[in-house]
């Protein structure tokens, strides 16, 4: 089945600086990453996500890049500010299993 | 439009008890998840719902979970001879058929 492997677990960056999130998966069928952010005693809220037909995404700040050949996608924070702290978790949907497989989160801290 | 919604928010029970967990999920979503989140760690998934497909169960961690979906729509998780390890926020996630899972609030499992 698919493996979904997520760095760092945690980030620390000032407020105004960028922060970026790794994630790798190993199913190279998965044809969808959406990228959720957890804010403490939250539920998880979609925040951006990309399919495997194209190569970025931007909305904002925020922007997801897919290398479909390495298997790994990321994503990128600009202009952190004190709101953007919270858990961010990566997946990946495979096609053929029809469920998500979540990464283990990343807690990002923006220091004010 | 109603989000997915959860109920109880919050349960205290016994090592031993049964519980019922519900969701009710985004209105015309046809997939319906759930997921397990324990204090701190990432989503694990347990199981997923299509339709009038048989459901995915394939993430139920013993044979004292299960779940059903009445007529397609509201789901209720059941965990029988609950656990201490079974505490955990428990989480529901709708879609269709376009991927993007909407999460509800939890109910958070607390068991004595």
């Known amino acids: 089945g698919e493996n979904v492997e997520q760095h760092p677990s945690t980030l620390s960056v000032q407020e105004g600086d960028s922060a970026v999130i790794k994630c790798t998966y190993s199913d190279s069928a998965s044809n969808y990453f959406p990228w959720y952010k957890q804010e403490l005693g939250k539920r998880p809220q979609l925040i951006i996500d990309i399919r495997s037909n194209v190569g970025e995404k931007k909305d904002q700040r925020i922007a997801v890049t897919l290398n479909k050949t390495a298997k790994h996608f990321s994503l990128h924070i600009t202009e952190t500010q004190p709101e953007d702290s919270a858990v961010y978790f990566c997946?990946?949907?495979?096609?053929?299993?029809?469920?998500?497989?979540f990464g283990s989160g990343t807690q990002l801290t923006v220091l004010p | 439009g109603a989000g997915v919604s959860q109920s109880p928010s919050n349960k205290v029970t016994e090592k031993g008890k049964d519980v019922e967990l519900r969701c009710d999920p985004i209105s015309g979503h046809t997939a319906l998840y759930w997921y397990r989140q324990s204090l701190g760690q990432g989503l694990e998934f347990l199981i997923y719902f299509q339709g009038n497909s048989a459901p995915d169960k394939s993430g139920l961690p013993s044979d004292r979970f299960s779940a059903e979906r009445t007529g397609g729509s509201v789901s209720t998780l059941t965990i029988q001879r609950t656990q201490q390890e079974d505490s955990a926020v428990y989480l529901c996630?709708?879609?269709?058929?376009?991927?993007?899972?909407?999460f509800g609030p939890g109910t958070r499992l607390t068991v004595l």
């Open positions: 996630a709708s879609s269709t058929s376009s991927d993007t899972q909407y």
């Open positions: 997946a990946a949907h495979s096609g053929s299993a029809r469920q998500l497989t």
